[in-house]
């Protein structure tokens, strides 16, 4: 299991993992930053498709050679976003990843039906990964970017991703809390009854390799002081790590929270497809979309 960032990068790098990532729109300096150190420690290579002469002066400054890169001048986000798509659909790239453009845009590219990119009955889907530094351990927050309002077949696929992928991550049995406002099934309420069909799909082995609870509230999936307060018993509250938001609003909050006001390390995963998609905010530090990358090479 892993417990931090840090564990990840290592064991990407100790297992000689090592792919090629096609950077749409990467005339950033956190994307490049970020890059740069990806190459350093001999995890990934990659095609830099941007604004040349801004790739070019930011390498500069990051201590690189642009002559040691492979560079293609495309200053429009839409046309690099199509290229980089393409490049990953011929295998001239491995990955394909988000610089500094519209996520809307990134994945418009993406999801080309001529690509091949997704099977046919695929449901794109985003997890946010951090790292609870007080508790010394990962977690993981879905969906926080693509799915506005998912009905219960959506968040049912929505978990079965998330699960896949903290098996990935080295926990073999997560556990998932369907986040609601309140903790019991309240019929007026959608999320409530989609947290309760979750729970019982679990409960009859539709959903497996995991526990799932719900609904839960926030407090009760993350605090077992708060479960105890309340009188609810589950074998989920106190100790999720997975948390699945009932919305995108809400997922989307929850994400930038955890890093802006808990101040948690992150990486953003778009599951689904026939690889991972690289994404993160444009606003990200470098850091996470580092982090990012190591994640997508597990």
């Known amino acids: ?27 950033d300096g956190d994307v490049l930053a970020s890059a740069a150190d990806a ?21 500069k400054g990051l201590g690189e050679r642009p002559g040691d890169w492979e560079i293609i001048d495309e200053d429009d986000e839409a046309k690099a976003a199509a290229l980089a798509a393409r490049m990953v659909a ?30 046919k009955k695929a449901l794109l889907s985003q997890a ?4 609870d530094t007080r508790a010394g351990r990962l977690g993981i927050v879905t969906d926080c970017v693509i799915n506005v309002a998912p009905d219960y077949e959506a968040k049912f696929q929505i978990v079965r991703s998330a699960v896949s992928l903290a ?33 019982k799909a ?24 708060a479960a105890v307060t309340k009188g609810v018993r589950s074998a989920v509250a106190g100790q999720a790590d997975i948390l699945v938001a009932p919305n995108l609003v809400t997922g989307n909050v929850l994400d930038k929270a955890i ?3 808990a101040g948690f390390q992150t990486a953003g995963a778009i599951l689904g497809a026939k690889m991972p998609f690289i994404a993160t905010s444009r606003s990200d530090s470098a850091r996470n979309k580092l982090n990012t990358m190591a994640v997508a090479l597990m």
């Open 1 to 27: 299991m892993f417990n931090s960032f840090a564990d990840i990068l290592e064991h990407v790098k100790t297992a000689g993992i090592r792919k090629k990532g096609a950077i749409a729109a990467a005339h």
């Open 39 to 59: 190459r350093r420690l001999g995890i990934m290579d990659f095609v830099l498709i941007g604004e040349v002469g801004k790739i070019s002066q930011i390498l």
């Open 90 to 119: 011929d295998g001239r790239a491995d990955l394909p990843v988000k610089g500094i453009l519209h996520t809307s845009i990134y994945l418009r590219a993406l999801l080309n039906k001529e690509l091949g990119l997704l099977g």
């Open 128 to 131: 946010t990964v951090y790292e």
């Open 167 to 199: 098996h990935r991550l080295g926990i073999p049995e997560p556990k998932v809390a369907i986040l609601a406002p309140v903790e019991t099934v309240n019929p007026s309420m959608p999320e409530c009854v989609d947290a309760a069909m979750l729970s």
């Open 202 to 225: 679990c409960e009859r082995g539709e959903l497996r390799g995991c526990t799932v609870d719900g609904p839960l509230s926030l407090d009760l999936a993350l605090s077992r002081e």
């Open 259 to 261: 890093r802006l006001l």
